[in-house]
């Protein structure tokens, strides 16, 4: 039969779901997000059906707690060793509270996904893991009396201020209009980009002390006992106004500054030196080892010229 003989044709679909907190222990504990959905697929650093789900739990992968005195990590935020914890479910409590998600996003338990005991595929004698879609946090934005806009987002963590002492760890979605949804609060705030920066430093923060205590909804609280590494709040609303020029298939300020490079590489000049610099120091400081996208290389092109007075750093 020769099927390439007619039109190649695809169909998608978009299945519904939430994104709870929930910790991955690999290691150390990572805090992270379970994204759950209608049809029975769970993303935990890897998207698994019910059945595989229930081994990440039973094998500890995935965590609702952090025992005192373990260290956790939050994405591009910060992480410090934590104390007093104090958890709202135990393994199997967790399970089923993942499960009754479920349960009501799909009452009837309809086409719930299923990988038959393998979460990879096999294609030309290589293991691949089974892609079952992309997730993406989405905003429903009224255009006018009879049409909504989806918009498709992008989401970092923060801090939000509770008191002096307390405060809440929030996931947030980043849209291409610039809003700002700050989740994992008992009632969801929507703001701008401009909303959300003012409010910076203030109600929205990056940096905590010992011995402060962290919230985190649904799921339990605990307190910092030490920091290692924490990211400062001028570099997360730079990121987040990188991810929204991203969502606008805008350049970021990575691509800026290596355009910048590549026009000084071309032709040197103290004025292009200059410009360079500027455009890397605008990049947030935690993502300019990634900008090249080399983990062997880093950014070390570019501060070699404009710290070292290379004229060619790879030359």
């Known amino acids: 039969m020769n099927l390439k003989s007619y039109s190649q044709i695809r169909r998608t679909m978009t299945i519904s779901g939430v994104s709870i907190p929930a910790f991955i ?43 005192n005195g373990a260290d956790l990590s939050i994405f591009h935020l910060s992480q410090f060793t934590i104390k007093n914890g104090k958890w709202q479910f135990d393994r199997m409590s967790f399970q089923q509270y993942v499960l009754d998600i479920i349960k009501e996003l799909n009452p009837e338990q309809e086409n719930l996904y299923n990988f038959y005991g393998t979460d990879v595929r096999l294609k030309n004698n290589v293991r691949y893991a089974k892609n079952v879609g992309t997730t993406l946090p989405v905003f429903e934005k009224k255009r006018d009396e009879y049409q909504n806009d989806i918009l498709k987002g992008d989401n970092k963590s923060i801090f939000k201020r509770i008191d002096d002492h307390t405060y809440y760890l929030c996931r947030f979605d980043i849209f291409s209009d610039g809003t700002i ?15 959300f920066k003012d409010r910076a430093g203030r109600d929205f923060i990056s940096e905590i002390e010992e011995d402060n205590k962290v919230i985190i909804y649904g799921l339990g609280e605990m307190e910092v006992e030490r920091t290692f590494w924490q990211i400062g709040i001028n570099d997360i609303m730079g990121d987040v106004s990188d991810k929204i020029s991203l969502l606008n298939k805008e350049p970021d300020s990575s691509a800026v500054c290596i355009a910048m490079y590549e026009n000084y590489i071309k ?49």
Do not use: C
């Open 267 to 315: 032709q040197p000049s103290p004025q292009l030196k200059e410009k360079l610099k500027i455009a890397y120091e605008a990049i947030p400081s935690h993502l300019r080892m990634y900008m090249f996208g080399d983990m062997d290389l880093r950014d070390t092109p570019i501060t070699n010229i404009i710290y070292n007075n290379e004229s060619n750093s790879l030359s």
């Open 181 to 195: 949804r700050i989740n994992d609060l008992p009632n969801v705030e929507n703001l701008s980009f401009a909303e």
């Open 25 to 67: 222990h690999n290691g150390m504990y990572y805090k992270t997000n379970l994204d759950v959905f209608q049809d029975g697929i769970i993303d935990a650093w890897g998207m698994v059906d019910i059945d595989f789900f229930k081994q990440k739990i039973q094998n500890g992968w995935i965590r609702a707690t952090v025992p």
